[in-house]
C-alpha cells in the first residue's frame, strides 16, 4: 500500500479517527466516574478511576509533534502520559518515518496499557514502542541513555518532578513539549522551565490547549 507518509496510513487514520471520536465522551464520562473530583487521590487512584478517559492531546497537537520529531530526528522519544495512545502514534508516525529512532511511553492504567498495545499492534507501529507500565518517576530511572525528544502528558503536577528526573538525560538543543498549559496543574513547571536560571528557552504555541516547547540550553 502506498501513502504519502505514514500519518496518512489507513489503519492509523482509522484508529485516530475512532479515538478521537470516543475522546468525544470524556466529559460524560468524567461526571460520571469522577463526580467529586480527584484531589484527595493518589496518581494511581487517579489512574484507575480515569481508565475509560482519554485526554487527548488536540489532532493540531499531534501534527506539530509529527513535525518536530521528523525535523529533530531524535533516537529516543520519551513521553509521559500514554493513555490510549494517541499522542504515541503520532510521535511513532514521525520516528516511522526518520527511519530510525524508538519511543518510550509510561503509563499508569493496566487498562488502558492493554487497549493501547492492541492499537500499536493494530497500526503496525508496536517495533517502535515500548511500554513502561507503572509510575513514570520509578519506571523511566532505567532509561538507557538519553532522551532525544520528550512530550510530558501525564498528571500535571507531576510533570515537573518527570522533568527534573530526566534532565540529566537531556542533551543541549534537546526539545521538552507540555501540554495543556492552560490547567493551573501545569504552573509550578511552567514557572521552572520558564525561568532561564532553569537551562531552558522555553515558548508557548497556541494550539488547541497549548502547548509549551522548551529547549534544553
Ligand atoms: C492527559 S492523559 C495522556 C493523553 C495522551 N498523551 C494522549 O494524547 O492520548 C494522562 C495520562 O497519564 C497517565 N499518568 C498520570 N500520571 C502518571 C504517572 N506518574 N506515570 C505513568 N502514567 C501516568 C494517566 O493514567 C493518564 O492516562
Known sequence: MTFTHTLADPRI????????ERAEQDETTVARVLPGGFAAMS???HADAAAEIYMPISAAGGELLYNLVRAVRPTTVVEFGTSFGISTLYLAAAV???G???????ELSK???AAARRTFAKTGLDDLITVLEGDARETLRSLD??????LLDGWKDLCLPVLRLLQPRLRPGTLVVADDIDLSGL??????VRDPANGYQS????????MEISCRL
Do not use: C, H
Open 111 to 113: 487498562d488502558k496499557i
Open 13 to 20: 487514520v482509522a484508529a485516530l479517527s475512532r479515538m478521537f
Open 187 to 192: 504552573r509550578p513547571y511552567l514557572d521552572y
Open 43 to 45: 496518581p494511581q487512584e
Open 145 to 150: 541513555g538519553p532522551a532525544d525528544f520528550v
Open 100 to 106: 530510525a529512532g524508538r519511543v518510550i511511553t509510561t
Open 203 to 210: 515558548v508557548s504555541f497556541p494550539v488547541e490547549d497549548g
Open 96 to 98: 516511522r518515518d526518520n
